[in-house]
């Protein structure tokens, strides 16, 4: 199979590893899953899409990644929407580098459950992170939070929280917290959540994985070792949903999404926060 045969020079790449779920209570329940996601800074994507075979923008593929499957979904340039994004929230000197972790579609389908987008100043330092949520019912939700002069600790570790806004399981309710614990995407990647409500926490979900470099020889690799990995993600989701409601799980209604396509959120706008919990 062949490939890029420069060496290697973007800041995009390819992290293998494992999804953890573990839910706490009421019933206990937990989930492990082998996947691979893509770290892909929003100036290389087309560069990268013309070096590579397996790889394509807005096109059908292996591998692609289609624009309109983020933000609004209206199929316009990614790198403008979140730019535009970060200047209406006052954050347009984080728009220099925008990088992006998420599964790319492959055979033309994909489901990301979250996507993060790493949002950089000109000096290299990072200056706000958005979450970008999607549930089943194809509503879209994102968190925009900017980095605190404490968030980031020395070895790269990146700790946000906020209030759950926007509905995503029907067995979880929508008084809740995130609390995000990030390590910034270089050699290996973690993304952490501990979700949490007045009884402490009941959920821990994490992504870890270790990079590798883009090329065709490496997707072809992760296509064998993940085969259809972006159906899968939305059949472990049913899945799991199913044996969850054989264990008796409360059933929460789904209420109408936030009129907002993005929450921006400040360190202290967490649900307990807000009502003085904490």
């Known amino acids: 199979m062949t490939g890029s045969s420069q060496k290697e020079h973007w800041a995009s790449g390819l992290y293998e590893g494992v999804v953890t ?77 925008i990088r992006l972790l998420c599964y790319p579609r492959l055979l033309g389908f994909v489901f990301n459950p979250l996507s993060v987008y790493f949002c950089y100043r000109a000096d290299g330092t990072i200056g ?77 979900a994490a992504f870890v994985g270790d990079r590798n470099s883009l090329s065709d020889r490496k997707l072809f690799g992760a296509f064998i070792r993940y085969p259809l990995m972006t159906l899968k993600v939305v059949a472990g989701i049913h899945w799991e949903a199913l044996h969850l409601w054989r264990k008796g799980m409360t059933f929460h209604k789904r209420p109408a999404p936030p009129q907002s396509a993005v929450t921006y959120v400040l360190e202290t706008g967490t649900a307990a926060a807000q009502a003085g919990k904490r």
Do not use: W
């Open 128 to 204: 706000a992170v958005l979450y970008e949520v999607s549930n089943t019912f194809g509503d879209r939700h994102s968190y925009l939070i900017p980095v605190s002069d404490d968030a980031l600790d020395d070895k790269g570790v990146l700790r946000q929280s906020c209030a759950k806004g926007f509905y995503v399981s029907p067995f979880i309710d929508m008084v809740a917290d995130y609390h995000f614990r990030i390590r910034v995407p270089g050699e290996n990647v973690a993304v952490v959540i501990r979700e949490t409500d007045a009884k402490g926490a009941f959920l821990n």
């Open 21 to 97: 779920h573990h839910r706490l209570r009421p019933k206990e329940h937990k989930l492990r899953y082998s996947v691979f996601s893509f770290l892909l800074d929003l100036d290389e994507i087309d560069d990268i899409a013309s070096r590579l075979k397996l790889f394509s923008r807005n096109r059908f593929n292996l591998f692609s990644f289609h624009d309109d499957d983020y933000a609004d979904g209206s199929g316009k340039d990614l790198r403008d929407r979140l730019g535009s994004i970060l200047a209406d929230h006052g954050l347009g000197d984080c728009a220099d580098k």
